[in-house]
């Protein structure tokens, strides 16, 4: 049964970086697509990134400038780098898993992980 | 860009019959995914490709979709459906999600 894990600080101070990483267990990273979604307190969701098993990337257009999303297949991890925080960038961060895109679900979750922004 | 619209909340009985509306653009054309999210917890799939259930997902959750709007809808809503719900689907290999919809069983 695959479980994912997210892990990082969750305290970053304003226009430094947010760093996450989220470890996959169960199964490989070398197949499906992996996200990030983060959700600010009491708001809706909001996707992030997505990175598939060769490598390619997706980014939600009003975060690109800021974000890279990158995998390690030999520790079947990915990671999440968020540049330039702001108190806006407050959120559970969660990591997902899709099988593939354009219309595949978010079958499974990570717990998520609060990042607060503040100094 | 494109966006899903969800009615901010709806409420309902115990035993009767609730449905949330999700509306997009053609959204008949995409694959829409729904989600249950508690207080405190990660969200969870209970419908995808419009109208398909995961394993686990009990009967009373139902999809459709028609024209701009898909519908979940929940029969015979127990006090445990209570929660927000989420639709979800990809445009040009973006993913949109609607706002949610806190469900209150009342």
């Known amino acids: ?119 | 860009s494109y966006e899903l619209t969800q009615p901010p909340s709806v409420s309902v009985s115990p035993g009767q019959t609730v449905s949330i509306t999700c509306s997009g653009d053609n959204l008949e054309r995409k694959y829409v995914s729904w989600y249950q999210q508690k207080p405190g917890q990660s969200p969870v799939l209970v419908i995808y490709e419009r109208f398909k259930r995961p394993s686990g997902i009990p009967e009373r959750f139902s999809g459709s979709n028609s024209g701009n709007t898909a519908t979940l809808t929940i029969s015979g809503t127990q006090d445990l459906d209570e929660a927000d719900y989420y639709c979800q689907a990809w445009d040009n290999n973006y993913v949109i999600f609607g706002g949610g919809t806190k469900v209150t069983v009342l």
């Open chain 1, 1 to 119: 049964q695959v479980q994912l894990l997210e892990s990082g600080p969750g305290l970053v101070k304003p226009s430094e970086t947010l760093s996450l990483t989220c470890t996959v267990s169960g199964g490989s990273i070398s197949n499906k697509y992996w996200s990030w979604i983060r959700q600010p307190p009491g708001k809706g969701l909001d996707w992030i990134a997505y990175i598939s098993h060769s490598g390619s990337t997706k980014y939600n257009p009003s975060l690109e400038s800021r974000v890279t999303i990158s995998s390690d297949t030999s520790t079947n991890k990915f990671s999440l780098e968020l540049r330039s925080v702001t108190a806006a960038d407050t959120a559970i961060y969660y990591c997902a898993r899709h099988p593939h895109v354009g219309g595949d679900p978010f079958d499974i979750w990570g717990q998520g992980t609060l990042v607060t922004v503040s100094t």
